[in-house]
């Protein structure tokens, strides 16, 4: 792992939309974007109903896609992000709280960052460590340096999650890109001198004032489109910082 760049390939990925929900419609997606409205749910089959019943929307998304990208595999590390969490869990919470009424127990448990990681470890019965982050635009950037970090360490795979959907109408105000809900996971290993299409991603400290290199766009669903390879390279400039994705020749 150089300084201001990690390396690495995805063994095995999945998303997940609503109305994109196999790889041939996220290669239509990513060759042509729309954008994603709100719609079905996910049905994450896969996981116990007790447990499924328990995370909304978001989480399903989420879950649905770990599920599928990871299969039988256990004791892999994971690392679940995702800019705005369950707000709208939250803002029922302080709902709440300003009524004087009492807050619900299950709903503050799933309102936090690492309530999916933690549904999904409880219902795989996996003790692997894992991570919950957001880091606002940023947010699947550092998610995959924590990922590498993480591999450097000597995992020989990471999980990666992001997931993200539009915000509760008492705060579309605050948007600051078309905010689509989605989810996506890759399956990722470390790269080496022999590993065809590695994916790289580096970073630099640029002035705030810089030409900005930010889409309407989810910034997770624009490194998707990168990673289903419609973009390459692919740089978001982001506050001080600019980002970019790159991947090796095979």
Request: hydrophobic share 50%.
């Amino acid at each position: 792992m150089r300084k201001n760049e990690v390396s690495f390939s995805i063994a095995r990925h999945a998303a997940w939309a609503p109305g994109v929900t196999s790889p041939q419609a996220w290669a239509a997606w990513a060759d042509q974007p729309w954008t994603i409205e709100a719609g079905e749910e996910p049905k994450v089959a896969a996981m116990p109903a007790m447990l499924r019943r328990r995370a909304g929307f978001l989480g399903r998304m989420a879950l649905e896609v770990a599920y599928a990208c990871l299969g039988q595999d256990a004791d892999v590390p994971t690392v679940f992000c995702s800019r705005h969490g369950e707000v709208g869990r939250a803002l029922g919470l302080l709902g709440d709280l300003a009524r004087g009424d009492p807050l619900s127990p299950t709903s503050f448990g799933l309102a936090v960052h690492n309530a999916s990681a933690g549904l999904f470890s409880i219902a795989r019965a996996d003790r692997a460590n894992h991570i919950a982050l957001a880091a606002g635009p940023s947010t699947v950037e550092h998610a995959v340096i924590e990922a590498c970090g993480l591999l450097a360490d000597g995992a020989t795979m990471v999980l990666l999650v992001a997931c993200d959907e539009p915000l509760p109408a008492l705060l579309s105000a605050f948007e600051d890109c078309r905010e689509q809900p989605y989810a996506f996971a890759w399956a990722m290993v470390a790269a080496d001198g022999d590993t065809p299409d590695a994916v790289r991603l580096a970073w630099a400290t640029q002035a705030t004032d810089a030409d900005a290199v930010l889409s309407d766009t989810p910034g997770g669903l624009d490194v998707l489109r990168f990673q289903l390879g419609q973009v390459a390279p692919l740089e978001r400039s982001v506050g001080a910082q600019r980002w970019t994705w790159s991947r090796d020749a095979c």
